[in-house]
Nanobody
């Protein structure tokens, strides 16, 4: 199975920025969907941003205008640029891939993803 590895987590003050990266172990890997999802302790995992194979993107309402998902096919890397961070953005962020074409219908739903990274912790202090 293709392994996904996240980079770029850390601590930042409110209003700051972070960029997350996710690299797949297989050089040529083209899942139908790739996304960033996050989870706080005691809460359900939620979709933050997703990108589908044709380049379409979707975002959770809570991050629209602040987060941007993108991918670099040449580097086989998925990115999440996070700006204007808020303390409520403090979560463990996971990179995930969906290999089924059905994932394009609702790419922010966690159930659409079958391949997950281990996650990276982001902490935003007030």
């Amino acid at each position: 199975q293709v392994q996904l590895v996240e980079f770029g987590g850390g601590s930042v003050q409110a209003g700051g920025s972070l960029r997350l990266s996710c690299t797949a172990s297989l050089h040529i890997y083209r899942p139908y969907c790739m996304g960033w999802l996050r989870q706080a302790p005691g809460k359900e995992r939620e979709g933050v941003a997703a990108i589908v194979r044709d380049g379409g993107t979707s975002y959770a309402d809570s991050v629209k205008g602040r987060f941007t998902i993108s991918q670099d096919d040449a580097k086989n890397t998925l990115y999440l640029q996070m700006s204007s961070l808020k303390p409520e953005d403090t979560d463990k962020y996971y990179c995930a891939a969906g290999d089924s074409a059905f994932c394009r219908r609702s790419a922010l739903q966690t159930t659409q993803y079958n391949n997950w990274g281990r996650g990276t912790q982001d902490t935003v202090s007030s």
